[in-house]
């Protein structure tokens, strides 16, 4: 169990790419769906150091989109799927509301 809340980990909105050494929210978030996929993130704080830079390569290898350990647009897009994922997966109260909104909607 990794002790994070699934519902409070934000979806990744920014366009601008973060590198190496680089810094911001978006990375915090990006470390913590990672870690709910079983990466072995070894600190998530907010900086894109060598261990995240090493995950997302090998993040981006599985999803097939180009190999760069940077949290750019791409990845940050199936960064997003992997995180609608796990809520389905984790919060069946949030996927029975899901499931019920789509039937709202004709």
């Known amino acids: 169990n990794t002790g994070i809340d699934v519902q409070a980990v934000k979806s990744l909105q920014s366009t601008a790419s973060i590198a190496l050494n680089g810094v911001g929210n978006e990375v915090f978030d990006a470390e913590k769906i990672l870690l709910l996929k079983g990466y072995e993130i070894e600190v998530v704080d907010n900086e894109l150091d060598e261990n995240t830079c090493e995950i997302l390569k090998q993040f ?13 647009e791409a990845t940050k897009k199936a960064l997003n799927e992997e995180l609608e994922e796990l809520r389905l997966s984790l919060d069946t109260q949030y996927a029975k509301a899901r499931e019920l909104l789509s039937l709202l909607k004709y």
């Open 60 to 72: 981006q290898k599985q999803k097939e989109i180009q190999v760069t350990g940077i949290l750019d």
